[in-house]
Nanobody, 116 residues
Framework: QVQLVESGGGLVQPGGSLRLSCAAS???????MAWFRQAPGKERERIAY???????NYSDSVKGRFTISRDNDKNTLDLQMNSLQPEDTAIYYC???????????WGQGTQVTVST
């Protein structure tokens, strides 16, 4: 069992930046890690993942603006979000998985609101 706790969400103006962090209760080295988000009235979508071997992938909606990173020594997963837009407003969740398409552990989520 792995407990995941996200932090760093908040209210930001369009064009601004936020950095989300996800702290794990135990080693994440054996897991593929990902960030998901769920906007009001929409399905949860995966926006970025970083595999055990360090390979990274982004959804088209965030590519070029968001950067995912992991620190296996500190058991943390981060998401640097730049050039935020109102459509980025959502609850952001981190996830750990042994198989990428089978998410195992979820955090409670952190709210990101992009608005003037």
């Amino acid at each position: 069992q792995v407990q995941l706790v996200e932090s760093g969400g908040g209210l930001v103006q369009p064009g601004g930046s936020l950095r989300l962090s996800c702290a794990a209760s135990r080693s994440i080295g054996i897991y593929h890690m990902a960030w998901f988000r769920q906007a009001p009235g929409k399905e949860r979508e995966r926006i970025a993942y970083i595999l055990m071997d360090g390979s990274i992938n982004y959804s088209d909606s965030v590519k070029g603006r968001f950067t995912i990173s992991r620190d296996n020594d500190k058991n943390t997963l981060d998401l640097q979000m730049n050039s935020l837009q109102p459509e980025d407003t959502a609850i952001y969740y981190c996830n750990a998985a042994l198989f990428l398409e089978n998410p195992l552990y979820w955090g409670q989520g952190t709210q990101v609101t992009v608005s003037t």
